[in-house]
């Protein structure tokens, strides 16, 4: 007679080779973080800033101040001021990616952040827009470009990235975000700019609660957010994370990010355990892949290997991202099907 069993991971352990094949979504990923350092160093070569010690751009260990992680991209972006750079980063970055098993990826730029050379507007949009559907050709993912506004920029500022976005059209950018400082720019300044965004359709995500204000994610959440970029503060207050809950509101969690900034005090105080627990909608990204020395198949170790997850947990949260993804509902369909027959093959085979 034949036993049942059902899977269990203490039985049937993943490795790492296992976990990097696992088809994954990625939303929280920013352009100017994520390029690898062999291009920013041919970058350099070509343009003649060897002068940039582009060794210093990983952060190394735990608990770095928010402005000291941020000062690695100040020796990034002076290599990201003409065309041909950002099309080929975008590239660089769906490359990397595609390692992981990536099959969905929204990449989030600034493009005010890359007028520091020639390019107007309108030019750095088309460039990463370009390396958008190159990096499509050339790998087996989608790729997305959310739009971030910065809190540092005025609102007249941020409003000409959005008349640029909407006279240029490209249907590659799916939404926006608004990054920088949560604790010295509330998001009521911007709502203004805000609500002409979700006038025109266009889906937001807002970084809040990475700084340790849970009161942040609320005001997120009223300004139209439907995702949060982090959002782990919530962790320590007990009614946003049940409004967080009951409004199924996904968090873009970036555990190894987290940590080196002290958005969360150490592993052992990471919630992923807890949100998963206790249903809270959450997935998992790199935030910035080179700056913070990871990927996504290293994210999902460490998470593996800390909090016991199982397969299961990341197909939950890969689920997660797909519902969230900012994409249409037939897309969505289709990844939904191909994840769960992916993850639940192994399981199936087991018992």
């Known amino acids: 007679m034949k036993i049942c069993r059902t899977y269990h991971k203490e039985e049937y352990g993943l490795n790492e080779v ?12 920013h352009l100017d973080g994520s390029v690898g350092l062999e291009l920013l160093k041919t970058l350099a070569v070509e343009q003649g800033r060897e002068d940039l010690a582009l060794e210093e751009i990983a952060i190394v260990g735990e608990n770095v101040s928010l402005t000291d992680y941020l000062k690695s991209f100040d020796l990034i972006l002076p290599l990201l001021q003409i065309s041909s750079a950002l099309t080929r980063a975008i590239v660089d970055v769906a490359r990397q990616a595609s390692l992981d098993s ?16 020639e390019l107007t507007l309108t030019e750095v949009i088309e460039a990463v827009v370009k ?10 993912l989608k790729v997305n470009l959310l739009i971030c506004g910065m809190k540092h920029h005025t609102v007249a ?8 976005v909407i006279a240029l059209n490209h249907d590659s950018i799916v939404g926006f975000d608004m990054a920088g400082d949560e604790s ?10 805000l609500d002409k965004i979700q006038a025109l359709d266009y889906p937001l995500t807002l970084h809040a609660g ?7 994610v609320i005001e997120a959440m009223s300004a139209g957010a439907s995702r949060i970029g982090h959002g782990v503060a919530i962790i320590n207050d007990p009614e946003v994370l049940a409004t967080v809950k009951e409004q199924a509101v996904l968090l873009e969690m970036c555990p190894i990010s987290n940590i080196q900034t002290g958005a969360v005090n150490g592993w052992n105080n990471y919630p992923i355990r807890q949100f998963l627990d206790e249903g809270v909608k959450c997935c998992i990204n790199t935030d910035n892949r080179t700056v913070s020395n990871t990927n996504l198949t290293k994210e999902y170790l ?4 800390r909090f016991n997850l ?3 947990d990341f197909l939950t949260l890969n689920l997660n991202g797909i519902e969230s993804a900012f994409m249409p509902d037939k897309l969505k369909e289709i990844y939904t099907l191909d994840f769960k027959e992916t993850y639940l093959e192994k399981n199936s085979m087991n018992q």
């Open 210 to 216: 990475e700084c340790g204000c849970a009161h942040n």
């Open 131 to 140: 390396g958008a559907l190159e990096a499509e050709e050339k790998y087996d």
């Open 310 to 312: 199982s397969r299961n």
């Open 157 to 164: 500022q941020n409003e000409e990235v959005l008349e640029t």
């Open 18 to 29: 296992e976990i990097q094949k696992l088809p994954k979504v990625e939303l929280h990923c």
């Open 102 to 117: 990536v099959k969905y990826l929204e990449i989030r730029f600034a493009p005010r952040l890359h007028l520091h050379g």
């Open 184 to 193: 010295n720019f509330p998001v009521a300044i911007f709502k203004k700019w």
């Open 302 to 305: 460490e998470l593996y290997s």
